[in-house]
């Protein structure tokens, strides 16, 4: 197994591969200018969805409760989105190689927001980096949850009572990957709401009983929007690795995939 890294060995390095210049960190990503503080949704274009070539890919229900909303994000919300990435990975609390309770460590590198998450917990200082106060979870990534939860289901009662306050942003390089497991470290059973930036993935979604098959696996590129709540909500779901050639340099990440999720912890 591989040996935990040091915090000044995992704080360094960008989604994308490219070195973090130090400032003065720990702050609040500033507002896109796509999603303005205080908008009911800070977006205000309808969902119709998306083309890949001369061939539609239309809104789809994995299973009941899993839904994938194709190209959701417009090129310029990635790039937004990518911009903000950057200044979350920075230290402090920035982004690092999750270490295990085995003593390996997470293929795919972590930044959390509101809550620092580690295997089986949550805290408010990233007690697994540098015990730095987590960056907070800013009021337009709510609105953005909110406006996600809404055209997946087509609930605004569910849509307007959803109050994201944590979100972890992953990074995969072309190596990464993300073994089968559950989200039940939150103590709220509202949706996760997951959005994809960068090269593409396959996502394997699968039940809630068990590791193994039924599963789907499923194509998520760039600005795709995958949200799974309700009967759902605890399937075990990871992800295979991302896809050789399909990278997304246009949005301002030159190689590997980031993977936003938003979830309520429950917590106080």
């Known amino acids: 197994m591989a040996k935990r890294p040091k915090p000044s060995q995992t704080a360094h390095v960008r989604p994308g591969g490219e070195p973090i210049k130090r400032g003065r960190g720990g702050g609040q990503a500033s507002t896109p200018s796509l999603w303005a503080e205080g908008s009911p949704t800070g977006r205000q274009r309808r969902y119709g969805g998306a083309m890949t070539g001369l061939f539609a890919r239309p809104?789809?229900?994995?299973?009941?409760?899993?839904?994938?909303?194709?190209?959701?994000?417009?090129?310029?919300?990635?790039?937004?989105?990518?911009?903000?990435?950057?200044?979350?990975?920075?230290?402090?609390?920035?982004?690092?190689?999750?270490?295990?309770?085995?003593?390996?460590?997470?293929?795919?590198?972590?930044?959390?927001?509101?809550?620092?998450?580690?295997?089986?917990?949550?805290?408010?200082?990233?007690?697994?980096?540098?015990?730095?106060?987590?960056?907070?979870?800013?009021?337009?990534?709510?609105?953005?949850?909110?406006?996600?939860?809404?055209?997946?289901?087509?609930?605004?009662?569910?849509?307007?009572?959803?109050?994201?306050?944590?979100?972890?942003?992953?990074?995969?390089?072309?190596?990464?990957?993300?073994?089968?497991?559950?989200?039940?470290d939150e103590r709220s059973a509202a949706p996760v709401v997951s959005l994809s930036l960068g090269s593409a993935c396959i996502f394997r979604f699968g039940n809630a009983q068990t590791r193994g098959k039924p599963w789907h696996d499923v194509m998520l590129a760039s600005g795709d929007l995958f949200v799974f709540g309700g009967e759902a909500r605890f399937a075990y779901h990871g992800v295979t690795g991302t896809i050789p050639g399909t990278e997304q340099p246009e949005i301002g990440l030159p190689a590997g995939r980031l993977n936003i999720t938003l979830r309520e912890s429950g917590l106080t």
């Open 59 to 184: 809104r789809a229900e994995i299973v009941p409760g899993a839904v994938h909303l194709p190209g959701w994000l417009t090129p310029g919300e990635q790039r937004q989105l990518v911009a903000a990435c950057r200044e979350w990975a920075e230290p402090p609390a920035g982004m690092r190689h999750t270490p295990m309770p085995s003593g390996g460590q997470m293929s795919a590198q972590t930044v959390c927001l509101g809550w620092h998450w580690m295997p089986y917990r949550y805290s408010r200082t990233a007690d697994d980096v540098d015990g730095a106060p987590v960056k907070p979870f800013p009021t337009w990534l709510s609105d953005l949850g909110r406006q996600a939860v809404a055209d997946a289901y087509g609930d605004q009662h569910l849509a307007g009572s959803y109050s994201p306050d944590a979100a972890l942003i992953n990074f995969y390089d072309d190596q990464a990957r993300m073994g089968m497991h559950t989200d039940k």
